[in-house]
């Protein structure tokens, strides 16, 4: 007789009803239509165990979400597929030619299936969940009181390796997510891809085509400028990555973890009960809350984001203002997709605190769009030669009001400008 009555999937999950069960049943299809395996579970705890650099196993994160995209038909795509990508690419970059004085930044072009996403993106993921779990993980171990620091040294280490598990899955899997769902390396806003390589994922773009009354020509075609003016704008703004990822770091660095009540459920959890590590877990031994230094970097991180891509939705609506009847149509469609996000962006929101689709794309749109007709497209990328020029998000409030006094720029050399530069920067040299 079976000691697992009741519904089938029952009798085949040791699991049912106990903490471990959401744990197990995301580890990348450990759980299939016949129940868990257990064999690939214990797979999977061993990759989680593996000793490994830093604090998330990035090994174990590309394995997790290469699983996750492994549940639906992932076609590599085919010459032709890829061939379509690279002329759209090509001409994409002719036509920026003509609206940015921004040389190109496209060294080499690819067609990604979705696992090829995930494998050419982790490197640059790494470099932007690493500092925040890394901190997290670090801030659990300091926040427990001192007088129960002997106490509590065996499991600190527990939990530490505890956390980096669960960072790992969710990471891998909300990778996996993304991949569902991006059309291009850049797509959040960052080029997530090998340096200069811009890629497009010919299965996403069909879905993303579907029920759009568009060719598939100019679905590709529009994201493939999307996708040339992103690289443009990071090849030209060399600072703007390290802008980007220093504004995570200081997010990361100001994580604390409020120490009321840790030493009460330290003294209360019972560690031959995995429901008390499970319920500690789940009663906000770990609830991060900002601190106003987080907050003004994560807006620091939006606004950021929300220039880049207004920045693009200006110069590919310059660029298609003669040549494409469907790109209004198209725009709506991107701005609406990026202002909703979906599930696998709620997850990274839930994971690292940040929100990968800019809020205010609208605003930052208007506002460079109303730059460029005031004083030329020399004037609107010219904003993007220091951070400090840039636009704030009370700048975003009033788009139409930025620089509103200021005229077109004359002609300088390049001693001038450099000068110029410095005085709006520094403020006046009193010396002389």
Same mark, same amino acid.
């Given at each position: 007789m079976?000691?697992?009555?009741?519904?089938?999937?029952?009798?085949?999950?040791?699991?049912?009803?106990?903490p471990?069960?959401?744990?197990?049943?995301?580890?990348?299809?450990?759980?299939?239509?016949?129940?868990?395996d257990?064999? #690939?579970i214990?797979?999977?705890l061993?990759?989680?165990?593996?000793?490994?650099?830093?604090?998330?196993?990035?090994?174990?994160?590309?394995?997790?979400?290469?699983?996750?995209v492994?549940?639906?038909?992932?076609?590599?795509?085919?010459?032709?597929?890829? @061939?379509?990508?690279?002329?759209?690419?090509?001409?994409?970059?002719?036509?920026?030619?003509?609206?940015?004085?921004? =040389?190109t930044?496209?060294?080499?072009?690819?067609?990604?299936?979705?696992?090829?996403?995930?494998?050419?993106?982790?490197?640059?993921?790494?470099?932007?969940?690493?500092?925040?779990?890394?901190?997290?993980?670090?801030?659990?171990?300091?926040?427990?009181?001192?007088?129960?620091?002997?106490?509590?040294?065996?499991?600190?280490?527990?939990?530490?390796?505890?956390? =980096?598990?669960?960072?790992?899955?969710?990471?891998?899997?909300?990778?996996g997510?993304?991949?569902?769902?991006?059309? =291009? &390396?850049?797509?959040v806003?960052?080029?997530?891809?090998?340096?200069?390589?811009?890629?497009?994922?010919?299965?996403?773009?069909?879905?993303?085509?579907?029920?759009?009354?568009?060719s598939? @020509?100019?679905?590709?075609l529009?994201?493939?400028?999307?996708? #040339? &003016?992103?690289?443009?704008?990071?090849?030209n703004?060399?600072?703007?990555?390290?802008h980007?990822?220093?504004?995570?770091?200081?997010?990361?660095?100001?994580?604390?973890?409020?120490?009321?009540?840790i030493?009460?459920?330290l003294?209360?959890?019972?560690?031959?009960?995995?429901?008390?590590?499970?319920?500690?877990l789940?009663?906000?031994?770990?609830?991060?809350?900002?601190?106003?230094?987080?907050? &003004?970097?994560?807006?620091?991180?939006?606004?950021?984001?929300?220039?880049?891509?207004?920045w693009?939705?200006?110069?590919?609506?310059?660029a298609?203002?003669?040549?494409?009847p469907?790109? =209004?149509k198209?725009?709506?469609?991107?701005r609406?997709?990026?202002?909703?996000?979906?599930?696998?962006?709620?997850?990274? #929101? #839930?994971?690292?605190?940040?929100?990968?689709r800019?809020?205010?794309?609208?605003d930052?749109?208007?506002?460079?769009?109303?730059?460029?007709?005031?004083?030329?497209?020399?004037?609107?990328?010219?904003?993007?030669l220091?951070?400090?020029?840039?636009?704030?998000?009370a700048?975003? @409030?009033?788009?139409?009001?930025?620089?509103e006094?200021?005229?077109?720029?004359?002609?300088?050399?390049?001693?001038?400008?450099?000068?110029?530069?410095?005085?709006l920067?520094d403020?006046?040299?009193t010396?002389?």
């Amino acid at each position: 007789m079976s000691d697992f009555p009741g519904d089938p999937d029952d009798r085949n999950n040791p699991f049912k009803g106990t903490p471990f069960e959401q744990l197990f049943s995301g580890l990348g299809g450990a759980a299939g239509a016949g129940g868990f395996d257990l064999s #690939a579970i214990f797979g999977q705890l061993q990759a989680m165990m593996k000793p490994h650099d830093g604090p998330v196993n990035w090994e174990f994160v590309t394995d997790t979400a290469r699983r996750a995209v492994a549940q639906q038909p992932d076609p590599s795509p085919s010459q032709r597929e890829k @061939d379509s990508v690279a002329d759209a690419l090509g001409l994409a970059d002719h036509w920026l030619d003509e609206v940015t004085d921004f =040389s190109t930044g496209v060294t080499s072009t690819a067609a990604w299936s979705r696992a090829e996403w995930v494998v050419n993106t982790v490197d640059v993921w790494q470099g932007l969940v690493e500092p925040i779990a890394a901190s997290a993980i670090d801030a659990m171990g300091s926040a427990v009181p001192e007088e129960a620091q002997t106490m509590a040294g065996p499991l600190i280490g527990m939990m530490r390796q505890g956390i =980096s598990m669960m960072v790992g899955t969710q990471v891998g899997t909300g990778l996996g997510a993304l991949a569902g769902e991006v059309l =291009s &390396a850049s797509d959040v806003g960052l080029p997530l891809g090998p340096q200069g390589q811009a890629a497009l994922l010919p299965a996403n773009l069909a879905t993303f085509a579907d029920g759009l009354d568009v060719s598939a @020509d100019d679905v590709r075609l529009y994201l493939a400028l999307r996708e #040339a &003016a992103h690289q443009r704008l990071f090849h030209n703004v060399g600072w703007l990555r390290e802008h980007l990822l220093t504004a995570i770091t200081d997010y990361a660095g100001g994580i604390n973890i409020d120490t009321s009540g840790i030493e009460a459920q330290l003294t209360q959890m019972d560690l031959s009960n995995p429901q008390s590590l499970q319920d500690a877990l789940e009663g906000g031994l770990f609830d991060l809350a900002r601190s106003p230094a987080q907050e &003004a970097a994560l807006q620091r991180i939006e606004v950021t984001l929300a220039l880049i891509e207004g920045w693009v939705d200006e110069v590919v609506s310059q660029a298609t203002a003669d040549r494409m009847p469907a790109a =209004s149509k198209l725009a709506e469609a991107v701005r609406r997709r990026r202002a909703a996000g979906g599930p696998a962006e709620e997850t990274f #929101a #839930a994971l690292v605190g940040l929100e990968l689709r800019p809020r205010r794309l609208r605003d930052a749109a208007t506002l460079w769009g109303s730059l460029r007709a005031r004083q030329g497209s020399e004037a609107r990328d010219g904003v993007w030669l220091h951070p400090h020029l840039l636009p704030t998000a009370a700048d975003l @409030d009033d788009p139409l009001g930025f620089r509103e006094g200021a005229s077109a720029p004359a002609e300088l050399d390049e001693d001038a400008f450099e000068a110029g530069l410095r005085e709006l920067l520094d403020g006046p040299d009193t010396d002389q």
